[in-house]
């Protein structure tokens, strides 16, 4: 599965590639997700799909397909929703609050590969994706190939 583009998410056909990677029957798929071979088929060929289908899909296929979409925001989130993460004091929810970015181990690898080849320089990578300066120096020095 190539989860180097988290820019644009085809959620059906990530599902798709799943299946086949696990070799999964169609009629188990259909069984577990309680919906007919032509539904199934109809998710394959969808750009996005409603969150608790999501989620069934995930515990079928032993993956989980929404920290793609979390990836996505940590990278491409608009400037004005940079700190879609933190909360400030003055504001009260009941929400979870998430404290930091977490990077996973696909999105370092997506950061060095963008270096390496050299579609972007460090000071883009910086600019564009707010990744601070130290975090990107001590990535380039622990995973450079």
Not at 77 to 98: C, D, G, H, I, W
């Amino acid at each position: 599965m190539n989860t180097n583009n988290f820019k644009d998410i085809f959620i059906g056909a990530l599902i798709r590639q799943r299946v086949l990677d696990m070799q999964i029957d169609i009629e188990r798929v259909c069984n577990f997700l309680n919906c007919s071979e032509k539904e199934v088929l109809k998710m394959y060929e969808s750009v996005s799909l409603d969150t608790l289908v999501l989620l069934r899909w995930s515990k079928l296929l032993e993956y989980d397909f929404f920290r793609l979409y979390s990836q996505h925001m940590i990278l491409y989130a608009s400037q004005s929703n940079r700190n879609y993460n933190t909360v400030s004091k003055e504001k009260n929810t009941a929400l979870p609050v998430f404290r930091k970015k977490i990077y996973t181990k696909e999105v370092i690898d997506f950061i060095m590969e963008l270096i390496e080849t050299g579609e972007k320089t460090k000071y883009q990578i910086i600019e564009e994706y707010k990744i601070p300066k130290t975090t990107l120096y001590k990535w380039i020095s622990k995973y450079k190939k």
